[in-house]
Nanobody, 124 residues
Framework: QVQLVESGGGLVQAGGSLRLSCEASGRTFSMYIMGWFRQPPGKERELVGAINWSGTITRYADSVKGRFTISRDNAKKTVSLQMNSLKPEDTALYYC?????????????????WGQGTQVTVSS
C-alpha cells in the first residue's frame, strides 16, 4: 500500500508557473505508474499527466501538452508536475495517484491510491 501527499498548490496569475510535488510512503514506489489528475469546479476529474516507473514513458492531456511536465524521482519517492504558462482554465484541485499496473493508463478507475489534493487557482 502507498500513501500520497501533494504540495505546491496556490494562487498564481495567468502566464505564471507552479510546481506540484507528491511524496509517497511505502517501499515499492518505483513499481507504480504515477499520475496527476485534476478536478475543476463543477466538472469531473480528468487525467493531466502520467508516467511509468522509469520515467521513460509519459502521457498528457491535450490541453496541457507543451506546458506541463511530469517527472519522478524514485530514490526520493516523489512525482512532480511542472506547470508553465498557466491559464485560468487550469484552475482545479490537483490529485496525485498511483496505479499498480505495468503500463501507463489514463482512466481514473485504473488508479488504486489517491492523495487528498492540492488547490491550484489561476487568476486572469
Amino acid at each position: 500500500q502507498v500513501q500520497l501527499v501533494e504540495s505546491g498548490g496556490g494562487l498564481v496569475q495567468a502566464g505564471g508557473s507552479l510546481r506540484l510535488s507528491c511524496e509517497a510512503s511505502g517501499r515499492t514506489f518505483s513499481m507504480y505508474i504515477m499520475g496527476w489528475f485534476r478536478q475543476p469546479p463543477g466538472k469531473e476529474r480528468e487525467l493531466v499527466g502520467a508516467i511509468n516507473w522509469s520515467g521513460t514513458i509519459t502521457r498528457y492531456a491535450d490541453s496541457v501538452k507543451g506546458r506541463f511536465t511530469i517527472s519522478r524521482d524514485n530514490a526520493k519517492k516523489t512525482v512532480s508536475l511542472q506547470m508553465n504558462s498557466l491559464k485560468p482554465e487550469d484552475t482545479a484541485l490537483y490529485y496525485c495517484a498511483a496505479d499498480r499496473s505495468t503500463f501507463v493508463r489514463v482512466e481514473e478507475s485504473a488508479y488504486d491510491y489517491w492523495g487528498q489534493g492540492t488547490q491550484v487557482t489561476v487568476s486572469s
